[in-house]
């Protein structure tokens, strides 16, 4: 499984910003798919997971309500909507699948991508 993260940029607080993880080979439907951010410095950060089964979502705690993971297996992409951002939310975006999809477990990952860089800045 490959998995090919874009859509970063440079936006101001407040903006939103839809953040796109293309995922190939021949069983990444059958994959949870991970959000990840990370700041040079700190420990990397899980956003959000998708489950592959039912397409369950879950979330840190710090993005509730301001970001959204959807899936489409048609276009074998994993969106990661983010609104109302702030310069806290700037950092490194990256996709995965980690092997748990739930908060604290889903460090574990067999597969990650290259990421894309969010900066918010005014």
């Known amino acids: 499984v490959q998995l090919q993260a874009s859509g970063g940029g440079l936006v101001q607080p407040g903006d939103s910003l839809r953040l796109s993880c293309l995922v190939s080979g021949p069983t990444w439907e059958y994959h949870s798919i991970g959000w990840f951010r990370q700041v040079p410095g700190k420990a990397r950060e899980g956003v959000s997971c998708i489950t592959s089964h039912d397409s369950s979502t879950t979330y840190a705690d710090f993005v509730k309500g301001r970001f959204t993971i959807s899936r489409d297996n048609a276009k074998n992409t994993v969106y990661l909507q983010m609104t109302n951002l702030t310069p806290e939310d700037t950092a490194l975006y990256f996709c995965?699948?980690?092997?748990?999809?739930?908060?604290?477990?889903?460090?574990?990952?067999?597969?990650r991508g290259q990421g894309t860089q969010v900066t918010v800045s005014s």
């Open positions: 995965a699948a980690p092997l748990v999809c739930e908060p604290g477990y889903w460090y574990e990952y067999d597969y």
